[in-house]
């Protein structure tokens, strides 16, 4: 996973190995004094099994 921060937006590539990281991630990001936006560029190893 890679993160990139410029002028308050974070930028996220990469994989995660499960679905429900994603959001979890993504809500982190978003409490950061500062982020002012989160272009969400992730993907899963592993397909949601539910």
């Given at each position: ?10 930028r996220?590539?990469?994989?995660v190995?499960q679905p429900?990281?994603?959001p979890?991630?993504?809500h ?5 004094d500062g ?12 397909a949601?099994?539910?």
């Open positions: 996973m890679t993160v990139e921060v410029d002028d308050g937006l974070v996220l590539s990469g994989t190995p429900g990281l994603l979890v991630i993504v982190l990001c978003q409490s950061v982020v002012v936006d989160v272009d969400n560029g992730l993907t899963c190893a592993v949601d099994q539910s």
